[in-house]
């Protein structure tokens, strides 16, 4: 079975600060990670892949752990432009299989 | 913006009734998937198209299908609408020529109403 979990908050941070989304996924023949991020009625967006070093983009930083069927996002410095739905994403097996995504992480930044 | 484009935008339809969702992928780009997204949930795969084929489903039954033409663009229909089709349709396109870089880009998506 392929699924992926995510706390669905809400998240209320304030401004500035740092903040950590977790999520699970079910079956460790995955092949490859993302994070998108979807604003209120609007299409996902690409945030950035997953590899399994961890990445960082900005002040954003991913990472993979394989051994524990998890990823993280983590999120400095936030501004108020963050606010959104952070989806975790997981493609498994070969081209011909979609994303699975999990229900979102919903991030309210205030000011 | 990704340039994957999606038609109509919003669609209100009844019970029972059969409807044709249309998109036209990023310049490039010969996949294209399909997802649909009920409200507050993540997108669902619902399949995929390559070189005019399906190429991959999810759990939706017989009456989601799609094609796709020879420029890539893709349609997908559903056929005896119910209540619960009500969703926004997610159109999203990659590409199958380099697969280290399969990452889907999605359209707008078009909301659809079953009343």
């Known amino acids: 079975r392929k699924e992926v979990e995510q706390d669905p908050g809400p998240f209320n941070v304030p401004e500035g600060a740092t903040v950590a989304f977790n999520c699970t996924y079910s079956?460790?023949?995955?092949?490859?990670f993302f994070w998108y991020r979807q604003d209120c009625r609007k299409e996902p967006k690409l945030l950035m892949s997953?590899?399994?070093?961890?990445n960082e983009d900005g002040r954003f930083t991913a990472q993979l752990n394989r051994a524990s069927q998890y990823i993280s996002l983590l999120i400095r410095d936030s501004k108020l432009s963050d606010s959104a739905t952070y989806l975790c994403?997981?493609?498994w097996g070969g081209g011909a299989d979609g994303l699975t995504f999990g229900k979102g992480t919903h991030l309210i930044i205030q000011p | 913006e990704t340039g994957v484009t999606q038609s109509p935008t919003h669609l209100i339809k009844t019970r029972g009734q059969q409807v044709t969702l249309r998109c036209s992928s990023q310049?490039?780009?010969?996949?294209v998937s399909w997802y649909q997204q009920a409200l507050g949930q993540g997108p669902q795969f619902i399949f995929q198209?390559?070189?005019?084929?399906?190429?991959g489903r999810g759990n939706f039954p017989p009456r989601f299908s799609g094609l796709q033409f020879p420029n890539y663009s893709s349609e997908l229909n559903v056929n005896a609408l119910e209540l619960d089709d009500s969703a926004l349709y997610l159109c999203?396109?990659?590409?199958?020529?380099?697969?280290?870089?399969?990452?889907?880009?999605f359209g707008p998506g078009t909301r659809l109403t079953v009343l």
């Open positions: 999203a396109s990659s590409s199958r020529l380099v697969a280290s870089t399969d990452t889907q880009y």
């Open positions: 310049s490039g780009h010969n996949t």
């Open positions: 198209y390559y070189r005019e084929e399906e190429n």
């Open positions: 079956n460790s023949a995955s092949q490859s």
């Open positions: 997953v590899y399994s070093s961890g």
């Open positions: 994403v997981v493609k």
